[in-house]
């Protein structure tokens, strides 16, 4: 997969109304439904957010065993989706790799649930 052309520019408040968080995966498992192979996940986004529910095509490079625990990134104020069965409530973030699989966007450090990035 090549890198696609910068998107156009944006203000500081356009970025704000992105609401982009970090939280941990306390349950992973396979989503043979989905279209494409996929993890459903549920994601501990601290108490004023809770626990939401995504799925995300993680399959190359993740177990559901190697997700939990895991601190990931989301954006947690688009609309649920439904994707296949599952409501998504969140985006789980990444980035493509050289074939164009997910890898996932994360801290390097622990960081409190329900963290907002800026």
């Given at each position: 997969?090549?890198?696609?052309?910068?998107?156009?520019?944006?203000?500081?408040?356009?970025?704000?109304?992105?609401?982009?968080?970090?939280?941990?995966?306390?349950?992973?498992?396979?989503?043979?439904?989905?279209?494409?192979?996929a993890i459903k996940?549920?994601?501990?986004?601290?108490?004023?957010?809770?626990?939401?529910?995504?799925?995300?095509?993680?399959?190359?490079?993740?177990?559901?065993?190697?997700?939990?625990?895991?601190?990931?990134?989301?954006?947690?104020?688009?609309?649920?989706?439904?994707?296949?069965?599952?409501?998504?409530?969140?985006?789980?973030?990444?980035?493509?790799?050289?074939?164009?699989?997910?890898?996932?966007?994360?801290?390097?450090?622990?960081?409190?649930?329900?963290?907002?990035?800026?």
């Open positions: 997969m090549t890198a696609s052309a910068p998107a156009p520019t944006i203000t500081y408040d356009d970025f704000m109304k992105v609401d982009i968080r970090v939280g941990t995966v306390v349950e992973a498992e396979p989503y043979p439904e989905a279209r494409k192979p996940l549920r994601i501990d986004f601290g108490p004023d957010i809770g626990i939401k529910r995504s799925s995300a095509q993680l399959t190359v490079h993740y177990t559901p065993e190697q997700l939990v625990g895991r601190q990931v990134a989301a954006v947690v104020n688009f609309p649920p989706r439904q994707i296949g069965k599952l409501m998504s409530e969140v985006l789980t973030l990444g980035f493509p790799d050289e074939a164009g699989a997910v890898v996932l966007f994360s801290p390097d450090l622990k960081v409190p649930n329900g963290g907002r990035l800026f």
